[in-house]
């Protein structure tokens, strides 16, 4: 008997591990989703080097588009994982590190045959866009190391550093509004200068730059609407800029990259505001102290 009642113990037990094994098919969705954006970054990466750089660029929206849903699946669907922050992690540097580093790469240089171009300025532009996809390295791995740490109050409102899709949206400007000239057939000149490989070569430096730096710039997430008219307006101006969209999408991105562009320095100075307000509420408790203890 002993013996039967013993066996029956370890089915019992193994019926258990097989269930605890069962992983739910909601927690998978959104690693599919951030896989589906990886894939289309690399999609990017090889229309780039064939020279289909308009196709390539909506490879690199699909990209983003899906990079901003798996993180809000997750949370909907409770499914967060630490493989899932980790994926997300290196399906980031690949869209918005290696693939506009690339397209920037063969856009300046003429496409994969580099043709009227000198080789000394095609090594240097390679050199840029490396430098580049670091500094889009660089910016993740800090952020990774920076979720552990409790910031300061006054910059909960602001990332460190440009975010990675703002830098892929920053450097891939030039290129948006010269597609978006060219396909008008206005305003050549200025669609030939936005090409010019030294243009290219400040955008992938400034913009790598600035991911690398501790410069604070806007955080949408920490926006918050305070009350109908504020709501009003919001909706104004998003269905003014889908309207937009739809007329002409990629002269829109582009006016749209140059007023991100400027939401830098404006940054810059209401974070020193509100660093100074801080500090400010700081000091008057000690002041307060100080004087009760005369």
Known sequence: ??????????????GREQKGDLVP?????????????????????SLSSEGR???????LIVACVCDGMDGRIARLLKASSK???????????????????????????GGPTHQGVSPLLVRIVLGCALYYAMCDCFRLARFNT????????????????VPAPGGCWMVLTPAILSIALEAKSKAPALAHFLQNPWTGIFMLLFVGTLMASRLPTISLKAIHLHGKSQVRAFMTVALLIIGLLVCDMWLTLG?????????VPLTGVVFLKARAKYERSQAKPETAGQEADA
């Open 146 to 161: 920076m979720l552990e740490q409790e910031p300061l109050p006054y910059w909960k409102h602001f990332f460190t550093g």
């Open 53 to 59: 750089f308009v196709h390539a660029l909506v490879a």
């Open 255 to 263: 006016v749209m990259g140059l007023g991100y562009m400027l939401t």
């Open 25 to 45: 098919l909601r927690t998978v969705v959104p690693n599919l989703v951030t896989s589906l954006a990886a894939c289309a970054g690399i999609t990017s990466i």
């Open 83 to 109: 493989l899932g922050a980790e994926l997300d992690s290196l399906a980031d540097f690949v869209n918005f590190g290696v693939a506009p580093a690339m397209f920037m790469y063969f856009w300046m240089t």
């Open 1 to 14: 008997m002993g013996r039967f009642r013993l066996r029956g113990r370890r089915r019992r037990g193994r």
